[in-house]
């Protein structure tokens, strides 16, 4: 979608996978007038990670979910669902993969006057997976590293457009870095480029 952002992308996918909240994801409102079981969507802070291998940008939000005034074990119940629906799970978004990471919740449980309803907040730190989208030379000598690793470690995820945090096979990942020497002979054009193994960047997310 053109215009997709995180919080459109997180919306529909909890809509989705959540049947219980029966499509009630929101924005922040000051709509007394709710429908529950809900849950609000809420961005929280934007965190510059150029300096590091796996992420452009790192994104946090908190989710609140809400729940009638009946049992705190009904709020457990809703909100870990939600988690689960998001946590370790990639969203394209403009197509550029969007990691989601579970972080916690800062908050107890409330009960909230103007909404008559118990109420709690998770957060989920979301990372840009930037590097994925990287262009390199063609012929592609990331491409001839990829396949030296398929040969000599035949059990590692090797190609980072389909990296699935859920598995348990590790990951072993291949970009081009800088170029060092970019000189030009009577017989061609030659570079030597830097390489850097991304993989312990990417296992630093997987779930322990």
């Known amino acids: ?11 529909r996918h909890i809509s989705a996978s959540v049947g219980s909240l029966k499509g009630n994801v929101w924005e922040p409102t000051t ?26 940008a790192s994104y946090i939000y908190d989710v609140w979910v809400s ?17 689960d629906s998001l946590m370790d799970n990639i969203l394209m978004i403009k197509d550029v993969p969007h990691y989601i990471q579970y972080t916690g919740s800062s908050t107890e449980d409330m009960y909230l006057e103007d909404w008559d309803a118990y109420s709690r907040s998770i957060t989920l730190q979301v990372h840009a ?13 990331v ?9 000599n470690f035949r059990d590692a995820q090797l190609d980072p457009y389909i990296w699935d945090p859920k598995e348990t096979a590790p990951a072993l990942y291949w970009r081009q870095g800088d170029v060092e020497v ?13 390489y850097m ?4 960047a990417l296992q630093a997310l997987k779930p322990r």
């Open 67 to 83: 729940v009638s005034p009946e049992t705190y074990n009904s709020l457990d119940i809703l909100i870990n669902e939600v988690k």
């Open 1 to 11: 979608m053109k215009n997709e952002t995180i919080r459109i992308a997180m919306t």
């Open 182 to 194: 970019d000189q030009k002979e009577s017989w061609g054009h030659g570079i030597r480029p830097q």
């Open 31 to 56: 709509n007394t007038s709710v429908v529950l079981p809900q849950a609000t969507i809420r961005q929280n802070a934007e965190v510059d990670q150029s300096g590091t291998p796996y992420a452009g």
């Open 129 to 141: 997976l930037d590097w994925v989208l990287e262009k390199v030379s063609d012929p592609s000598p």
């Open 143 to 151: 491409q001839a590293l990829i396949e030296y690793s398929r040969d």
């Open 197 to 200: 193994d991304i993989s312990s």
